[in-house]
């Protein structure tokens, strides 16, 4: 629960801030009557991301089992290629968000408006639809639907609660060091969600190896133990793998890492924190 609910805190955080951004920018350009405008555009985000999780959910069901693994394991693929690059995104384009938003919004209100639902909708529904992949593939890779959905929820809830705050002024969070460091923890879950994507190759019979142990620690580690599920549900940790799930998870985790931090060494000045949300209404 604690791997989802950092992935529904930090994608919902991404997303209730980029409202925050375009309320507020709104109001201090006297726009504030298209509001609803852009509460239309979230609510068809939040609809289309959940549709789209439940057509993961209940789409591949009937077929043989070894179709159910490739598209499990090849969808896995995509949730970590995304997962990824928006890690990566945030901390290269955090210095532009709020001006480039509120080019959008200067482009989009002119008449009707609608195209701030648009705005809305696409800048929502990018996270929604992400995040809907993610669990996705997080819920495959632990054997439950249920668990990640509520520990995602919570984190969801969060996101909503932390976001209220923000825009009235009550809260102040360091959010450029709560994305660096929450990005980090997403490489190392997304490295998990690869192994096990590798693994459903091998069920499917597309990749060999299923059977070839780099190690098996069920002995010390039983899955059913509670340290095994804590292992299983934050890290994705499978007590016994293969020598080509051991193999993506060190090839994958410690090289974008070390691309991930480099990254953000270099982008240091543009940490998204409350201030640029307070300019760039003000502005």
Not at 49 to 64: E, Y
Not at 88 to 105: E, H, N, P, Q, Y
């Amino acid at each position: 629960m604690t791997a989802n609910y950092l992935i529904g805190l930090r994608e919902g955080l991404e997303a209730t801030l980029i409202v925050v951004l375009l309320m507020a920018y709104l109001a201090k350009s006297g726009r504030s009557h298209l509001l609803p405008k852009l509460w239309t555009g979230v609510a068809i985000a939040v609809a289309a991301s959940v549709g789209f999780g439940a057509l993961l959910s209940f789409g591949p069901r009937g077929l043989t089992f070894e179709a159910q693994e490739a598209i499990g394991g090849t969808l896995s693929v995509i949730a970590v290629g995304l997962v990824t690059w928006m890690v990566f995104w945030i901390a290269r384009t955090a210095r532009t968000l709020g001006s480039d938003l509120r080019s959008r919004v200067d482009q989009t209100s002119t008449g009707s408006g609608w195209g701030l639902a648009v705005v809305g909708a696409v800048a929502v529904g990018r996270e929604g639809l992400e995040t809907a992949l993610f669990l996705w593939a997080a819920a495959q890779s632990s054997g439950s639907s249920t668990t990640p959905l509520v520990g995602a929820l919570l984190g969801l809830a969060t996101a909503i609660v932390l976001g209220a705050l923000l825009h009235r002024g009550v809260l102040k969070v360091n959010l450029g060091k709560f994305f660096t460091w929450s990005g980090a923890a997403l490489i190392i879950i997304a490295g998990g969600v690869l192994a096990y994507a590798i693994h459903d190759f091998q069920e499917a019979g597309i990749l060999p190896g299923l059977h070839s142990l780099a190690f098996d620690v069920s002995a010390a580690v039983p899955p059913s133990s509670w340290y095994g599920t804590l292992l299983k549900g934050t890290l994705n940790f499978s007590p016994a793998t293969t020598w080509l799930e051991a193999a993506a998870w060190l090839l994958y985790v410690p090289l974008v890492l070390w691309l991930y931090f480099r990254s953000h060494r270099r982008a240091q000045p543009a940490a998204v924190t409350p201030e640029p949300v307070r300019s760039a209404a003000g502005s």
